[in-house]
């Protein structure tokens, strides 16, 4: 199945700028008449992303396999849409995907291969850009709010692990600069991204 349309996930820290961003390249895609769409996972909506929001929110407690499996599951149950979309020419930006469930749930202690294992058959996106920020600059952002892993120490180890993660085909990009500055760096990504596209790109599974 050949498909014309780039997808592509923004991974990094709590307060890295991720959501932002997503919002303007949407917006900026729309604008020059293309159809794109912005997903995030966790998508806090579903049953089970209802399952994961609580969890998060801390009023209820969920041993570290079965939270990582929900957020696995979560990706799972928008597996056949976020299919569709795309085969009908609908770009996807999306605010998180498998990286942050590896990411979060080793920085628990869980092992890397053990956290990938439930992954394996989700969709591969065509780029996956890294929006850098250091913790110190990440704090200075309004500093955390309530939620679990929204603590200093545990986002160090999520930082290290993102380090572990990546890889050359990431796209890295200095989430310390000005926001416009950072939105047109993503923007020229993402132009190349859709030039790489044009003859048709098959979809391709995770890990595989
Ligand atoms: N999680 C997991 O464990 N396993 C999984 O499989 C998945 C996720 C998918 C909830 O995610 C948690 O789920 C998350 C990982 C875990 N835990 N943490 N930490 P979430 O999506 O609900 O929350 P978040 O991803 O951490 O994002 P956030 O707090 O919404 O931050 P953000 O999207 O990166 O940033 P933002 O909202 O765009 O911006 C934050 C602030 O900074 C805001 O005031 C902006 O105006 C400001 N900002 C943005 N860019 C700039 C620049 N360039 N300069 C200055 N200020 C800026």
Known sequence: MALEVPWLFLEGLDRCGKTSQCRRLVSYLEGQGQSAELWRFPDR?????????SYLLN??????????L?????CWEKRSLMETKLKSGTTLIVDRYYYSGVAFSSAKGLDFEWCKAP????LAPDLVVFLDI??????????YGGERYEQLEFQRKVAQNYKVLHDASWKVVDACQHIEDVEKQLREIVLESVMSCQNGKPLSNLWS
């Open 134 to 143: 250091s913790l110190e600059k990440a704090a200075e952002r309004g500093g």
């Open 59 to 68: 009023t209820s407690q969920l041993d570290d396999r079965t939270i990582h």
């Open 45 to 53: 909506s579903t049953s089970v992303g209802k399952m994961i929001s």
């Open 70 to 74: 929900l957020f696995s599951a979560n």
């Open 119 to 122: 992954e394996m058959g989700l």
